[in-house]
C-alpha cells in the first residue's frame, strides 16, 4: 500500500501592532555585525519593512497566551522599528508583519532564529554590479545609490566600474573560475580584446595574481610617475588627445598614460622649446638629450663663471633668514634637542636660504660665443641645464699661423666653425638633439634551450660597468697604478712589436665607453671616480702651466702618487669590442690580452662587482640572455631544485622571478668574475655561490607560495620525486 505525502504546513501570518511585541532571549544574535541599527532604520523609513518578523506567543505560567509576542528571529528588524518609534516617526501602535509560530511548536525559539540567519545567501558581487548599474540605467545618480544602500559612491564607482570589464569574463568570475581581485584587475584597461587575451595567456599559468594581470594591462603604457610625464605634465599630455588608464580599486600612483608616442614627441618639443630659450643667451651651440651618457663633457673645457650677485629683494630676503634662523638657535641654545617643530621650521629656513645662495653664473660674452650647452632632464623630471663647455675646435688660436705666415680672419680664428647645415638660433646657436642608441631586445621565442655566447652588445656593456669600477679601484691603490705604468712602458720600451692591446691607454688617453647601459652613469663607482676627480680640479692651478708645474713639485710624495693613480686610472681600458680581422680596431689577440691583463689588474686591486653595485637585474642582464642563461644564473646561485620551479615560464614572467631570486645572492656573470676567485668553490661575493641540494633550497630559498606549494617535504620524497 502506497504511503501518503505529508502535507506541509505554514505558520500563520497576521499584523500585530508594535507595543505588543518584546525582543526574546532565545535570538542567537548576540555580535554587532553588517550596517548599523540606525541605517537599517532609515532604511525601512524610505522603502518599509521587507521582511516579516518570527515571533511566538509569550505564555504565562499557566500555559495560557498574555496578548504579547517575542521575537526570537528579526530582532535588528525590531530595534530599528524602536528607534522610529523613539523618534516619533512611527506610531506605537503601527500594525507590523509577523510570522506567528505555534507556542506548542517542537521546533525551538532558538532554532527558528540560528537558521533564520544562517540560511540567509548574501549577494553576489556581480549582482550587486547588475543591480547598481540597472539603478543608473533607470535614471539614479552615484551620490543617490550609495546614499540609498549606505556605501561610499567610491563602492558604487568601483562596482560599476566592473561595466568596463568584457562580459566573457564577468560569466566566467559568475562561475567562481577567478576571484573578485583578479575581476576588478581587468578594470585598469577598457579593451575587451585585450582583457581576454591577457586571460588566455594567464589562465593556465602559475602566475594569475592581480599585479600580473595589471602589469600585462599596461605593458605598452607608462607610469604618470616616469620622469617624462613630470616633465610635461599629465594636463598638457591629455590635452594634445592623450588618454590615460586609471585604477579605482587599488593606488596607481596618478594611472597610466597610453600613448608613449605622444609624449615622447611632447617632451621633445618641450626640450627643444627650452633649448631655444637657452640659446637667446649667446651660446654657440646646444645639444639636446633625454639621457645624456657617463662622461658626456670628457674633452670639454669647463668655464668658470662668476655667480651672479643677490638683488637688493634676494639678499634683504636672505638676511631676513638669516636673523630668524639665528634667533632660534640662540633661543634653544643649551638645550639638548630642538622641539620637533623648531627643528622642522630650520630646515625650512636652511632650504630658503640654500636657494638664495645658489647663485647663476655669469659668463664672459666673449666665451659664451664659443662655448655650449647642455639641456636633458634630471632623474626628478625636471629640466637640467649645463652651460659653459668649449670643444676643442672652437679654442681661440693664435692670431697668426706660424707654420704658413697667415693672419687669421677673426680675433677667434677658427673658433667660429664652419659646415654645419642645422638652423641658427638667436646668436646663430646650433641645436642638436642627440639620438639615444636602443639595444635589441632578444625575442621571446629565440632561444632553443642551448647555452649559446651571451649577446656581443651585453659584453660589451658589462665591460664597461667593469672598466669604470677598475677605475675607481685604481684611482684609490697608488702603488697598484705605479706597477701598472710600470709593466706598460717597460713593453713599449722593449717588447714594441707586441705592446699592442695593453688594458692601459698611458697616454693618458679617456676610454670612451661607446656601448654602456643606461645605469651607468648614475652607479656608486661613477659617483666615486666624479667626486674624487671634482676634489682635485679644485685644487689644480689649471690653465697655467707654470703655476701647475710649481703646484706638482710642491706636492708631497703621497699626494703625487694618489694624483698620478687617479690620472692613470682614465685610460683603464678592460673593454670588449669587436674584433676587426682587417687592421683596423683591435686584433682578437690584443682583446684576449687585454682581457687578460685586466683579470691581473682586477686581482691586484681586488675588484668585488658586487660591492660596486651591479646587480642582475632585468634591465641589465636577465632579459637580454635566453632562457637557458637565466636558468644557469638561478641554478649556480640557489640550487637546480629552484631553477627547475622557473624552466617552464615565459621569458619576461622567468626574468621577472629570477631578478627577485637572485637579489642578493651575490651573483654574477662569468664575464664579470674575478678568475682567481672564480677557481675557488664557494667564494663569497664573486661568481656563483656555492651550489645547495634541493632539499636545502626548499627550506632557505624565500620563494612564492604558489612556487612551493608542491614541493616535496622531506628527503625521501624528495629523491623520490627526482
Known amino acids: ?248 580599486f587599488q593606488g ?105 645662495e645658489a647663485r647663476p653664473l655669469i659668463f664672459d660674452d666673449e666665451e659664451i660665443a664659443r662655448a655650449g650647452a647642455f639641456v636633458t632632464l634630471d632623474r626628478y623630471g625636471e629640466l637640467a641645464v649645463y652651460r659653459g663647455f668649449v670643444r676643442p675646435e672652437d679654442e681661440p688660436r693664435e692670431d697668426a699661423d706660424v707654420h704658413s705666415g697667415e693672419k687669421a680672419e677673426d680675433g677667434h680664428g677658427a673658433a667660429h666653425s664652419t659646415g654645419s647645415h642645422a638652423d641658427g638660433i638667436g646668436h646663430g646657436t646650433v641645436i642638436t638633439s642627440a639620438g639615444q642608441a636602443l639595444g635589441a631586445n632578444l625575442p621571446d621565442d629565440e632561444d632553443d634551450g642551448a647555452l649559446k655566447p651571451l649577446p656581443e652588445r651585453l659584453v660589451m656593456e658589462l665591460t664597461a660597468h667593469r672598466t669604470l669600477a677598475l677605475r675607481e679601484a685604481v684611482g684609490r691603490s697608488p702603488d697598484v697604478a705605479l706597477t701598472l705604468l710600470l709593466l706598460k712602458l717597460v713593453n713599449d720600451t722593449f717588447r714594441t712589436s707586441s705592446s699592442a692591446g695593453s688594458c692601459l691607454e698611458a697616454s693618458v688617453r679617456h676610454v670612451y665607453m661607446s656601448a654602456q647601459a643606461s645605469d651607468l652613469k648614475d652607479s656608486v663607482v661613477a659617483k666615486l671616480v666624479d667626486d674624487r676627480h671634482a676634489e682635485w680640479e679644485a685644487d689644480l692651478p689649471l690653465g697655467d702651466d707654470a703655476a701647475l708645474w710649481d703646484y706638482l713639485t710642491s706636492l708631497d710624495q703621497g699626494s703625487r702618487l694618489s694624483l698620478l693613480a687617479h690620472c692613470l686610472s682614465f685610460g683603464v681600458n678592460a673593454l670588449h669590442e669587436k674584433v676587426n680581422p682587417y687592421g683596423a680596431g683591435i686584433s682578437a689577440s690584443g682583446l684576449t690580452r687585454r682581457i687578460t691583463q685586466s683579470d691581473l689588474v682586477a686581482q691586484a686591486v681586488e675588484l668585488d662587482m658586487v660591492e660596486a653595485g651591479w646587480q642582475p637585474t632585468a634591465d641589465t642582464y636577465l632579459n637580454r640572455v635566453p632562457k637557458a642563461r637565466i636558468l644557469e644564473a638561478v641554478r649556480e646561485a640557489k640550487g637546480e631544485g629552484t631553477a627547475q620551479l622557473l624552466d617552464h615560464l615565459k621569458k619576461g614572467e622567468m626574468a621577472s622571478e629570477a631578478e627577485r631570486l637572485l637579489k642578493g645572492s651575490g651573483w654574477l656573470p662569468e664575464v664579470l668574475r674575478r678568475h682567481d676567485l672564480a677557481a675557488l668553490d664557494g667564494a663569497e661575493g664573486q661568481g656563483a655561490p656555492e651550489l645547495v641540494s634541493d632539499a636545502e633550497q626548499a627550506e632557505d630559498v624565500d620563494l612564492p607560495a604558489f612556487l612551493t606549494a608542491d614541493l616535496p617535504g622531506d628527503d625521501a620524497s624528495m629523491m623520490a620525486a627526482e
Open 252 to 356: 596607481d600612483d596618478g594611472g597610466w598614460l597610453e600613448d608613449p608616442a605622444l609624449l615622447d614627441r611632447l617632451v621633445t618639443e618641450k626640450l627643444q622649446a627650452e633649448a631655444e630659450a637657452i640659446a637667446t643667451e649667446g651660446w654657440k651651440w646646444i645639444e639636446v638629450s633625454l639621457d645624456l651618457p657617463y662622461g658626456y663633457s670628457h674633452g670639454l673645457r669647463r668655464l668658470s663663471g662668476d655667480p651672479a650677485p643677490m638683488t637688493d629683494d634676494e639678499g634683504a630676503a636672505h638676511a631676513k633668514l638669516l636673523a630668524e634662523y639665528r634667533a632660534l638657535e640662540e633661543e634653544y641654545e643649551g638645550q639638548d634637542e630642538f622641539p620637533e617643530e623648531i627643528d622642522a621650521r630650520l630646515g625650512e629656513l636652511e632650504i630658503e636660504m640654500e636657494k638664495l
Open 1 to 248: 500500500m502506497a504511503k501518503s505525502t505529508q502535507k506541509v504546513t505554514l505558520s500563520p501570518s497576521r499584523d500585530i501592532p508594535f507595543d505588543k511585541l518584546v525582543l526574546s532571549q532565545s535570538n542567537v544574535r548576540r555580535i554587532k555585525a553588517g550596517i548599523s541599527v540606525e541605517e537599517l532604520a532609515e532604511d525601512i523609513a524610505r522603502r518599509g519593512l521587507l521582511q516579516s518578523l518570527s515571533v511566538r506567543p509569550v505564555l504565562a505560567d499557566d500555559g495560557s497566551e498574555t496578548g504579547k509576542f517575542e521575537i526570537p528571529a528579526g530582532g535588528r528588524r525590531f530595534q530599528a522599528l524602536s528607534l522610529l518609534v523613539k523618534q516619533k516617526r512611527l506610531a506605537k501602535t503601527t500594525p507590523i508583519p509577523c510570522i506567528v509560530r505555534d507556542a506548542n511548536s517542537t521546533i525551538l525559539a532558538e532554532d527558528d532564529s540560528l537558521a533564520e540567519n544562517m540560511q540567509r545567501a548574501a549577494l553576489h558581487p556581480l549582482d550587486q554590479f547588475r543591480a547598481f548599474v540597472a539603478l543608473r540605467e533607470k535614471g539614479q545618480g552615484d551620490e543617490e545609490i550609495a546614499a540609498a544602500f549606505f556605501v561610499t559612491p567610491q563602492v558604487v564607482k568601483q562596482r560599476l566600474k566592473l561595466a568596463a570589464v568584457a562580459p566573457a569574463l564577468l560569466e566566467l568570475y559568475a562561475e567562481d573560475e577567478m576571484t573578485l581581485e583578479q575581476l576588478m584587475a581587468f578594470t585598469v584597461n577598457p579593451d575587451h580584446e585585450r582583457q581576454v587575451q591577457v586571460w588566455e595567456a594567464i589562465r593556465s599559468s602559475w602566475n594569475k595574481e592581480p599585479y600580473q594581470i595589471r602589469r600585462m594591462l599596461t605593458e605598452t603604457s607608462v607610469r604618470a610617475s616616469d620622469r617624462r610625464a613630470a616633465f610635461v605634465g599629465v594636463e598638457a599630455y591629455e590635452a594634445a588627445g592623450g588618454t590615460m588608464l586609471h585604477d579605482l
